[in-house]
């Protein structure tokens, strides 16, 4: 914002015409893509997870053995058209994992029998009342199967089971439909019956024998891989920030829109975050599944792994905060988070630390409550929050430095600028120093004919326009109207004022490694509550 002679404002908004949008953003058809780069996608898809291939091949399997039902002139004649539920049943039924199939499969075979019995009853009531009745009584029943199911599929307590509502609507409307017009409902219903069963008996079976794909098991390693990545996004949040002075930043905007491709860590952590859903979602399908693999008997409590996810959860919060403050607009100078990069770098790596060895213990399936290193944790957060204390003044520039300042001054000197606090006592000093030609007392109304002189730019005005481009938020030149002018009487005051808001961003920071590591005992206590009911094995 440019004013000039009092007269006008001018305020100059920075295009972001010429912002080059990430090649991530653009749609796949504004450039032809080589089979090459498709097959080095498709590659890299597959090579993440093996799983999703083999899943892929199993209800491939699975669809070819229900239709050899079909395609092979005995069982067709068997069983008829009514066959091809079988398939629609795999197709429906056949789920990622073993738990969750089982979980469907139940509600298929419990909404298909419910929907029968209902559609045989109703049957025979429409064709005891008549053929002018019927069709009236066959639709009233309709509408009533629609709505009762439909309002019990939205209750709470009926969530889990919202599949099964959806198979006892659409089963029950098709028999009762085909019955009408086809007649003797009983037998359809149960020849459907059969092709249900048989579908779901070969989705069973192929799930479970042939490489199979467990809930519990993904759900354990999921769960140790969000302890890994907080971990990994807390060491590089805090050594970003403490190892770069910020003059290398990127655009702030082409960041955001690339979410931050230098950070690796962090879009680990932000999947942390959003893991609530399938943490929830694999908890419910293992709670199927028989004994298995490392998790052999009854019982399991998965349930204890939702409440641990939740848990780190609550502390990965905490480095999104860091990470917000990392990027925000007001820093603080680099030169006071070197003030306290030992005690800052001792704490983040003892939590890190921790935070590995309770994943370990998850994965390994051990209990091992490592008390020094739990009291290693402690100390070094303690001491960071005494050299907080120790040093405040540091972070509030309206006040004096005690006697102990000079401790710090070695650690000061290797800044890469000057304090700020000089530059606004230098400008206190310009400003109340005595020109020269300054009058008397005696000759105050005597006019003095001062030389005109070409404007020098002088030190003072050198260190205003340093000092001004350093506090100002957001960043910006000096205006012209105050290039003009003389320094305000106020600025100084002002500048103090911006100085303490940088400076408490330091603070801030500082604050939200010491709160994670309070939040990092509700996690201990999480995890060792999980290795009591599950009985982890004493390491």
């Known amino acids: 914002m440019n004013r000039k002679n009092g007269s006008s404002i001018e305020i100059n908004i920075a295009s972001i015409t010429k912002t080059k949008i990430p090649e991530t953003l653009k749609r796949p058809g504004d450039a032809k893509v080589s089979c090459k780069g498709w097959a080095s996608v ?170 199979p794909i467990w809930a519990g098991e993904q759900l354990h390693k999921e769960l140790v891989n969000s302890f890994n990545s907080v971990a990994d996004s807390l060491e590089e949040c805090v050594g970003k920030y403490l190892g770069d002075d910020g003059s290398n930043y990127p655009d702030f905007f082409k960041t955001v829109i690339d979410e931050f491709p230098d950070e690796p860590a962090y879009k680990k952590c932000k999947s942390t975050l959003n893991s609530s859903a399938i943490l929830e979602s694999l908890a419910v399908s293992a709670k199927w599944e028989p004994p298995h693999g490392r998790f052999q008997h009854f019982f399991y409590p998965w349930s204890e792994y939702v409440k641990v996810g939740a848990v780190l959860r609550y502390c990965a919060y905490e480095v999104m905060a860091l990470h917000g403050v990392l990027h925000s607009e007001i820093q603080a100078p680099y030169n006071l988070r070197l003030a306290f990069q030992t005690e800052i770098q001792e704490a983040t790596n003892q939590a890190a630390e921790l935070v590995r060895c309770l994943g370990k213990n998850i994965n390994d399936m051990t209990r091992n409550l490592n008390t020094d290193l739990i009291k290693g944790v402690h100390s070094s957060t303690e001491r960071l929050q005494h050299a907080i204390d120790l040093h405040s003044y540091l972070l509030a520039s309206t006040n004096d430095a005690p006697d102990n300042s000079a401790k710090l001054l070695p650690k000061l000197s290797r800044s890469f600028t000057p304090p700020l606090s000089e530059l606004s006592e230098q400008l206190a000093e310009l400003d109340n120093e005595v020109p020269e030609h300054k009058l008397s007392p005696a000759n105050q109304d005597t006019p003095v004919m001062i030389p005109v002189t070409p404007h020098v730019e002088s030190y003072h005005e050198m260190m205003r326009k340093q000092s001004r481009r350093l506090h100002s938020w957001p960043s910006r030149e000096v205006d012209a109207f105050e290039e003009e002018g003389r320094l305000e009487a106020n600025s100084v005051t002002r500048m103090k004022a911006l100085e303490s808001t940088t400076t408490l961003s330091l603070g801030t920071f500082t604050s939200l490694i010491i709160e994670f590591v309070a939040r990092l005992d509700h996690l201990v206590e999480a995890v060792d509550e999980l290795s009591k009911i599950a009985k982890f094995k004493n390491d």
Do not use: H
Request: net charge positive; glycine share 8%; proline share 3%.
């Open 42 to 211: 498709l590659w890299d898809f597959c090579k993440e997870d093996w799983n999703r291939v083999i899943f892929s091949l199993k209800v491939g399997l699975a669809v070819l053995l229900v239709s050899l039902l079909i395609l092979v002139r005995a069982p067709y004649q068997e069983f008829g058209k009514s066959i091809i539920w079988s398939i629609i049943t795999v197709a429906i039924m056949f789920e990622y994992t073993v738990g969750a199939t089982l979980n469907r499969g139940l509600n298929r075979a419990l909404g298909s029998l419910l929907a029968g019995v209902l559609a045989v009853v109703m049957t025979q009531i429409a064709l005891s009342s008549g053929t002018i009745a019927e069709p009236y009584i066959i639709g009233i029943s309709i509408f009533l199967i629609g709505t009762v199911t439909s309002f019990m599929k939205l209750w709470p307590s009926f969530a889990p089971y919202e599949y099964g509502f959806r198979v006892v609507l659409f089963t029950y409307c098709l028999i009762i439909v085909s019955g009408y017009r086809m007649g003797n409902p009983i037998i359809t219903s149960i020849d459907r019956l059969y092709s249900i069963a048989i579908g779901a008996i070969i989705a069973v079976l192929v799930n479970v024998l042939i490489f």
